[in-house]
């Protein structure tokens, strides 16, 4: 493995749902996956978040796995449901001691944590009144920022206001996978909308509680055109658009992009200029590339999604294709110039159905394999002159994959669920070497 820069930062993602478990424990609120996870059929094997890796209750033994891969930093993201029960109103206390006891255990094994605001888990409340397509909900999340801010500003190292907006909109409010599962395909376009206006109005208001850098995390798919007409390309330019444009062009002072479902009636004077407030960095999600082609006469849809062959496939049949990270950033930098922030790869990772042998050991081999390629990509990207300067692997844990429920397996610690016991796999000591080195 080559060298990378001296103060690159290492680091592995979790969320608070997926994780933490005790939602109901301290006087949390119920959050729209609370509900969601609740209609039948919704999660393929009919589960919940409601205990998931018993985080809340095992943080300390959850540190001590960061400290021994010797990490720089932790991301986490704060359940709003945890500070705000019913989503307004005054800090709930108890719900961010919780957050206190995590950040100062962090900094005392010399671990840097990096909070992100919302990672899905909507209060309940604020869905009843329209969610995110109640431009309301933008103040009300600046409000929480400002809440967490006052509690944590002090010793969280990197904000993150929201993670994966273009999935929250588009599975969440679009095809209906995800909560709070609403089936609005393009008319989704306010939730896009909100949810960058309160990324604005929390920047802000995190810039008055900390001196801390901020930022957002995008998930980003580079597009494969598959065949070659017009309408292929057509097809190409409305879905790169609509997943990778859609929020950093606006984040970044561009506007919005040409792309399907923009209703301009949603845009208020001036909104524009709240939403590009500068951030410090760009969090990049990246997982696999799309392929798409010209859809079918009569499709809902502009453009048609299609298989990518040639690539090994993770257990989520995702293309294993570390070049679409490298691709990723260098277009990022072509697209945006001087307008890009430094980058941090927030997310990056595999699912394998990882068993473990007789000695209760867990061989990873793929994932290895998968985090090699994808940590080469970035310092490829970096010798091309893109300026990244963290990687954080998603997940610290194996947890609770949304719809997937727990047939899904991210970690590089295995979590045996009934008993909640941890097992480093193999990709944990890989990941630890590499950190060391
Ligand atoms: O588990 C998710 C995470 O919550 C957001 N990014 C993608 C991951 C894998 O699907």
């Given at each position: ?16 749902y997926q ?28 589960s919940?978040g409601?205990?998931a ?346 947890n609770w994959e949304w719809?997937?429920g727990f ?31």
């Amino acid at each position: 493995m080559p060298d990378f820069p001296a103060g690159f930062r290492w680091g592995v993602s979790t969320s608070a749902y997926q994780i933490e478990g005790a939602t109901t424990v301290d006087g949390r609120g119920p959050s729209i996956w609370d509900t969601f996870a609740r209609e039948p059929g919704r999660i393929v094997d009919g589960s919940t978040g409601d205990e998931a890796c018993d985080h809340y209750h095992r943080h300390a033994e959850d540190t001590a796995l960061l400290a021994g891969l010797g990490v720089s930093a932790y991301r986490f993201s704060v359940a709003w449901p945890r500070v705000q029960p019913t989503g307004a109103g005054p800090a709930h206390a108890a719900g961010l001691d919780f957050y206190d006891r995590l950040v100062d255990g962090l900094l005392a094994a010399g671990v840097d944590p990096v909070a992100t605001l919302f990672h899905w888990d909507l209060p309940q409340a604020l869905e009843d009144a329209g969610g995110w397509l109640n431009r309301d909900t933008a103040a009300r999340f600046a409000e929480y920022a400002d809440l967490t801010a006052a509690r944590l500003g002090d010793r969280v190292k990197l904000w993150i206001t929201l993670n994966e907006p273009f999935i929250h909109m588009s599975l969440g409010h679009g095809i209906g996978t995800h909560a709070p599962g609403r089936m609005l395909l393009f008319d989704a376009f306010p939730v896009a909308h909100h949810q960058l206006l309160g990324h604005g109005l929390a920047v802000a208001a995190l810039r008055a509680r900390t001196a801390s850098p901020v930022a957002i995390a995008n998930n980003y798919s580079p597009v494969r055109q598959v065949g070659d007409t017009d309408a292929d390309r057509a097809a190409a330019q409305a879905y790169d658009a609509l997943h990778n444009r859609l929020f950093t062009d606006p984040l970044l002072g561009r506007g919005y992009p040409d792309a399907p479902g923009l209703d301009p009636a949603v845009i208020h004077d001036g909104d524009l200029d709240v939403l590009a407030a500068p951030i410090d960095v760009l969090g990049v999600n990246y997982y696999n590339p799309t392929g798409i082609r010209a859809p079918e006469e009569g499709s809902p849809l502009p453009f048609e999604m299609v298989p990518l062959d040639g690539y090994p496939r993770t257990a989520f049949d995702w293309p294993v294709a570390p070049d679409g990270l490298r691709e990723l950033l260098l277009q990022l930098h072509d697209r945006y110039g001087d307008a890009l922030p430094p980058i941090q790869v927030t997310e990056s990772g595999c699912a394998y159905d990882d068993v473990p042998d007789a000695q209760g050991r867990v061989d990873d081999p793929e994932r290895i394999a998968y985090l090699d390629g994808h940590v080469r990509a970035v310092h490829e990207a970096i010798t091309a002159g893109v300026p990244v300067t963290g990687y954080f692997v998603w997940s610290l844990l194996d947890n609770w994959e949304w719809a997937e429920g727990f047939t899904k397996r991210f970690g590089l610690v295995h979590v045996d669920y009934p008993t909640q016991r941890r097992t480093p796999k193999s990709s944990y000591a890989w990941f630890r070497d590499l950190v060391r080195r």
